[in-house]
């Protein structure tokens, strides 16, 4: 099954775009290898704003032949026929396109459709490019109120000439709500109470 990874470029203070938008403040390091990197994926994930500010920048609704698909409430495939627009049922969309054949599967923006995706629990790995530069606000990383996952280090890298540190994580989610298990509950049910 093909994997859902959110990789992204982040400021030390969390956020993935400025206020605005923009990602000038973004520095490059030449020794990442950013086709290997785009070699890695055959489809892109993006939420409406990321596909309007590429489209915005001469994006043109393709990247590098890469299949690219946009979860929007209000875009409508018909106006936009070089990219799939899903508008519902978002979680079997997803689960068709891990089943398919292919390499993985790039959720490539914003932090609003990375907190939709982890409410889904359809996000298996988080891969961080950590910038030295604080924003002081902007885009966050995920929006507030996502739901709680445990991240496992997986790999990690420093880029000494830019300062740029890259971070790998799996990703396993809590456990369904429920009970709440105590220290109390516990003994009690060791009791047999």
């Known amino acids: ?31 990442i290898d950013f086709n290997a990197i785009w070699a890695r994926f055959d489809t892109l994930l993006m939420g409406r704003k990321t596909y309007e500010l590429m489209q915005g920048q001469g994006g043109g609704g ?23 627009i899903v ?8 689960a068709q396109l891990r089943e398919q054949p292919g390499k993985d599967i790039w959720l490539f923006g914003g932090g609003s459709l990375f907190r939709s995706l982890l409410d889904l629990r359809q996000v298996d790995a988080v891969e961080v490019g950590l910038i ?43 456990a369904p709500k429920g009970k709440p298990k105590t220290r109390r509950g516990k003994a009690a049910a060791k009791a047999g109470k």
Do not use: C
Not at 15 to 21: E, F, M, S, V
């Open 87 to 94: 508008n519902e049922n978002s979680d079997k969309v997803l």
């Open 1 to 31: 099954m093909r994997r859902i990874i959110y990789q992204v470029a982040m400021s030390l203070d969390g956020y993935i775009a400025g206020p605005n938008g923009e990602y000038d403040w973004i520095v490059t390091d030449p020794d």
């Open 132 to 174: 030295p530069h604080l924003l002081g606000g902007g885009v966050p990383f995920v929006e507030p109120s996502a739901p709680q996952a445990r991240l496992q280090l997986t790999g990690h890298k420093v880029y000494p000439k830019s300062g740029i540190v890259g971070l790998e994580y799996a990703v396993h989610y809590a």
């Open 62 to 84: 393709g990247t590098g032949g890469l299949k690219v698909v946009v979860f929007s409430r209000t875009l409508r495939q018909a106006d936009h026929p070089k990219v799939v």
